[in-house]
């Protein structure tokens, strides 16, 4: 089943209906509000375009289950509309996939009722389109039981799941696409239907380099159509350069603000859930780092690797963002001064040291390479509770009386 643990972007889903939308991929039609007001407005454009009295106001966050937590709401008036979305805006939502802090709602989505004929002649399937890693292959993953969670159509009833493995040589086949109606158990025009939304929904996938396009529910209407009701898209973070347009949909609210600062700083920061922070210069340095703590009986609370440019500028910010984890009992700081000449990351630590003020944690610092000994006589005469390491194993005794202490 999807999981995702390679670096991406993921977007709302208004944002990866309109990426279905310009390829020609139907979707429950809708609109974006940030108020009440607009989602009156909204509500009344629907109206005169479908001729609809019911409405679907949808919280826009990084997360699934909303239905369950309350962030999808009917209204059967525009009126109606503006007063859901003034409820729903500003909430904190919480759903089975938010965590117990959930997320703030700063908008919604205002869509047309779909489900118009009740219950009768609707189908709801699951679709989505990923990368298996396994199969080393693309795979359009699709299932009869839609509306629900896939992980549980996995748990009760596995037999309900089929996937189309893409030829990766090649491209999706119309063969392909015939068997998925097929096997949806759909005839006529909804078949035909179904053959063109899944032909636009691979072609969208391709266009928008995306790691994740997941349909859930996807429905077959009343009169026979097929259309995508939610979305969530997550697209590779390393194709962003060549789409602009999809960089433009990254939302900050949304993620993590200790990687976003670190992001913003030039910093190559993860979270890890350890009690000793280190700071390092170089990917491959700070791997081994990381086995240094182990082994030392700490556990690494993060992976920042400062870059080859390690500045008093860049060390704080580094400090700062490990700082923020309450976790952390102490900070390891290994550079090697290759291009960088130890004495001025001295400087920048024992400058982070004064402007963030009152750190509690020991600091084991170890600069080795140019100007390493310069380096340790400004650490040893700077007064503060900066211990000077020299060698790894030095750094690593002193990381180990520090977790113990
Ligand atoms: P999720 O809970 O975050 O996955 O949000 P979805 O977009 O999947 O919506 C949740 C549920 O709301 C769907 O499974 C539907 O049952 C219901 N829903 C969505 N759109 C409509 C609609 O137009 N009319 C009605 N009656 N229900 C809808
Ligand atoms: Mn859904």
Redesign the pocket.
């Known amino acids: 089943l999807p999981t995702i643990k390679d670096p991406i972007m993921n977007i709302h ?1 208004y944002q990866g209906k309109s990426i279905l939308q310009a390829h020609g991929v139907a979707v ?1 039609e809708g609109f974006l509000a940030e108020t009440a007001e607009q989602a009156q407005l909204v509500a009344e454009e629907l109206r005169k375009k479908f001729g609809t009295e ?1 409405f ?1 106001i ?1 919280a826009q966050i990084h997360a ?5 937590g309350g ?2 709401k ?1 209204a059967r008036s525009p009126a109606e509309a503006a007063e859901v979305a003034s409820k729903m805006l500003g909430m904190t939502l919480v ?1 089975p996939q938010t965590g117990p802090a959930g997320k703030m709602v700063r908008k919604v989505l205002v ?5 118009y004929k009740g219950e009768s002649d609707i189908r ?1 399937f699951y679709m989505s389109v990923l990368l298996d890693r396994k199969r080393s292959a693309y795979v359009i993953m699709y299932s009869t039981e839609g ?1 629900m969670d896939i992980e549980e159509v996995a748990d009760k009833m596995p037999q309900a799941i089929f996937s189309e493995v893409i030829d990766s040589t090649c491209c999706l086949h119309d063969f392909q696409i015939r068997t998925i109606a097929f096997n949806l158990g759909l005839k006529g025009k909804a078949w035909k239907e179904m053959t063109l939304f899944i032909r636009g929904l691979w072609d969208a996938f391709i266009a928008s380099d995306a790691s994740l396009m997941e349909i ?2 996807l429905l077959k209407t009343s009169d026979d159509l097929i259309l995508a ?2 979305c969530k898209v997550a697209l590779d973070d390393n194709s962003l350069f060549r789409h602009p347009e999809l960089a433009a949909m990254r939302d900050l609210n949304e993620e993590d603000p200790t990687e976003v600062e670190a992001t913003n700083n030039n910093l190559n920061y993860v979270k890890l859930d350890g009690d000793v922070g280190c700071m390092v210069n170089g990917a491959g340095l700070a791997m081994a780092t990381m086995d240094l703590i182990q082994l030392s009986g700490g556990k690494p609370a993060n992976f920042l690797d400062v870059g080859g440019g390690a500045n008093a500028k860049t060390v704080e910010a580094g400090f700062r963002i490990i700082l923020k984890d309450p976790n952390v009992k102490a900070i390891l700081v290994n550079i090697f001064g290759g291009i960088v000449r130890c004495d001025r990351v001295a400087a920048g630590i024992i400058e982070a040291y004064k402007t963030i003020g009152d750190i509690q944690v020991p600091v084991i610092v170890r600069l080795q390479g140019t100007n390493a000994t310069e380096a340790k006589v400004l650490i040893d005469s700077s007064g503060l509770k900066v211990i000077a390491a020299s060698t790894f194993t030095d750094a690593a005794e002193k990381v180990r009386a520090a977790v113990r202490g």
């Open positions: 889903e429950q019911i679907v949808k699934g289950g909303r239905g369950k962030g999808v009917i759903t869509a047309r009722d779909v489900y709801e509306g859930n529910p009701v939610d």
